[in-house]
């Protein structure tokens, strides 16, 4: 029985010592009922009942934007982060337009007909791959040319 009385008492240490850590550090706009300062003192002078208060009455929830009174909706021409990741997008899609662009260009350099190795955007005496003439490379008949 005693060893039972004992780690009911460590138990309850341990879960006093949490809510007032928990409290202590807790955001002070979600904090309902008392102001954080009274919610440590009833948590640390009513054993038991002064920790479940608090996770029960006084740890609010998180709420959403519109709800709760405190927080309020911002209009998205009013909302500066909002603003600034419509010009953070947009200078993105330009750049992803001119990098598509540019590899347009250079498709269209290297797929035109009768482009010889020199013209090749990787230089001269390299082999294009997909140059069916290439040796070793499988030609039209699926046989490697000589």
């Not at 603003?83 to 290297?110: F, K, T």
């Amino acid at each position: 029985m005693a060893r039972l009385l004992f780690g009911l008492g460590v138990a309850a240490v341990i879960f006093t010592i949490y809510a007032v850590a928990d409290c202590a550090f807790f955001d002070r706009m979600r904090i309902r009922g008392l102001s954080r300062g009274w919610w440590i003192v009833v948590i640390i002078f009513v054993p038991i009942i002064g920790p479940v208060l608090w996770f029960i009455i006084g740890r609010g929830r998180r709420t959403s934007s519109v709800s709760g009174g405190r927080g309020h909706t911002v209009a998205p021409d009013d909302d500066t982060d909002f603003l600034r990741r419509l010009g953070q997008d947009a200078e993105q899609d330009e750049r992803i337009r001119r990098l598509e662009q540019e590899l347009a260009e250079l498709d269209g350099e290297a797929d035109t007909p009768g482009a010889t190795d020199d013209q090749h955007p990787a230089g001269p005496g390299t082999t294009r791959p997909d140059n069916p003439e290439a040796p070793g490379e499988a030609g039209p008949s699926g046989r490697p040319n000589a």
